[in-house]
């Protein structure tokens, strides 16, 4: 079982940043597929992004959605227990409450449905 914790949301200008953090509890990462999803209100959870935190010390693969490509960049700690989103230049349409999730195995996938394990979620707002 792999409990997440999210933080870092709060209010921000647009043209701002952020950064969200997605804890492990219990465990690390590896050999996990971490994602972040956002839902705005009257929407549907969409894909932001994903990585691979492969088991050795080597960089995993990557995914983020075109509307963040560019400006949404993965990371995390040399533990590998940490997964943080920085997010940049960021616009009104980005507010949403965003979900940290993981999933076992080593690709990445866009789909919620194949993701076993969900934080909380963090609201981000943006104004404009």
């Known amino acids: 079982q792999v409990q997440l914790v999210e933080s870092g949301g709060g209010v921000v200008q647009a043209g701002g940043s952020l950064r969200l953090s997605c804890a492990a509890s219990?465990?690390?990462?590896?050999?996990?597929?971490v994602a972040w999803f956002r839902q705005a209100p009257g929407t549907e959870r969409e894909f932001v992004a994903a990585s691979v935190v492969p088991i050795s010390w080597s960089v995993g693969s990557t995914d983020y959605a075109d509307s963040v490509k560019g400006r949404f960049s993965l990371s995390r700690d040399s533990a590998k227990s940490t997964s943080y989103l920085q997010m940049n230049s960021l616009k009104p349409e980005d507010t949403a409450v965003y979900y940290c999730a993981a999933r076992g195995g080593a690709s990445v996938t866009r789909s919620s449905a194949a993701y076993d394990y969900w934080g909380q979620g963090t609201q981000v707002t943006v104004s404009s």
């Open positions: 219990g465990r690390t990462f590896r050999g996990y597929t």
